[in-house]
């Protein structure tokens, strides 16, 4: 499209619910799935201005009804919309619960130079305030910003932009509750114009159409024993992510069950419960760091819990060796 003689740059907006798309039923008196695509995007005043605008339905699941397989599935939608020509970039909206799962999920999955940006809003349309408009209008200034470019998946609400690897939910209900707790964010949406203020070097993908679904995530706590990972081993699970304490130390009985667990072929991938600061066998007693690596358990560095898993589901998918899955895991973090 030519405007005022410039062309304007292609914007594909891939709706799949959430918040974005809700609005308060009278009966239930409660959000549910009700906007189209096309009715959020007549919200969003003056857009043509700054791009040309092709809407695409995925879904209109809140962001607790994703799925591993609903995110393969969006990333295919999304891949194959940029390598199209007249494309320059992809927005998708998604329910925040779970949005910056689907956001690791697509930029571990997606190698492309154009940018993608995952937003939503934390409003819904029949509340004071709705923020949907205003965190669309800032992901398609960011999606055709040659700034964005190389970047991998960003995510942008509340005109802060995020790397997707980088970021998560930090409340349950602030419009800013998006945050990236160990380096902030990687740039800002201002006046239309899209500045970066750092890179996110540690980029990484698992290039892969497959996945492996059995893969659980159970939580540390004090005083806990290994009976929830023994029946997860025992439903066939693939995977496990636990939430350690502190540096990556569970209580000792729960050890124990992790080991037998990596004895019987199941990965197990530690993490901390901590929502800052990366795992490490600094500790030697019963349960600690040391005896978990030294038993075969693969360290996540600083990713949160549901992101792991997220990372162990597409490793998994795309081999079974385990010194492979470490590698995807360790490479560059540990010796």
Known sequence: ?????????????????GTISMKVDPKLQAAVPGLSGEEIMSMVTGIEKFAEIKTYTYSS????HMTPELMMGLSKCVRDLLERDDISGVVVTHGTDT????????????????????????????????????NLAASICTAISKEARNRGVLVCLNDELNCASEVTKEHSMHLNTFTSPEFGPIGV??????????????????????????????KACAGMDGKLIDFC????????????????????KMAESVEKAVKSGVVVVLVSRCYKG???????????????????????DALPGQKARIKLILALGKTHNIEEVRNIFEEGFYA
């Open 1 to 17: 499209m030519i405007l005022g003689g410039k062309t304007m740059k292609k914007v594909a907006v891939i709706f799949n619910g």
């Open 61 to 64: 699941l809140p962001g607790p």
């Open 99 to 134: 949005l910056e799962e689907t956001a690791y999920f697509l930029d571990l999955t997606i190698d492309s130079e154009k940018p993608v940006v995952v937003t939503g809003s934390m409003r819904n349309s029949s509340e004071l305030g709705y923020d949907g408009p205003a």
């Open 189 to 218: 949406v201002d006046d239309n114009k899209v500045i970066f203020y750092r890179d996110n070097l540690n980029k990484q993908h698992i290039l892969t159409d497959s996945y492996e679904e059995k893969v659980e995530l159970i």
């Open 233 to 252: 081993v025992k439903e066939g699970a693939r995977g496990l992510v636990i939430e350690g304490m502190g540096r990556g130390n569970i209580p000792p």
């Open 278 to 300: 990366r795992v490490l066998d600094s500790y030697g007693y019963p349960g600690g760091g040391k005896g978990l690596r030294e038993s075969g358990v693969i360290f996540g």
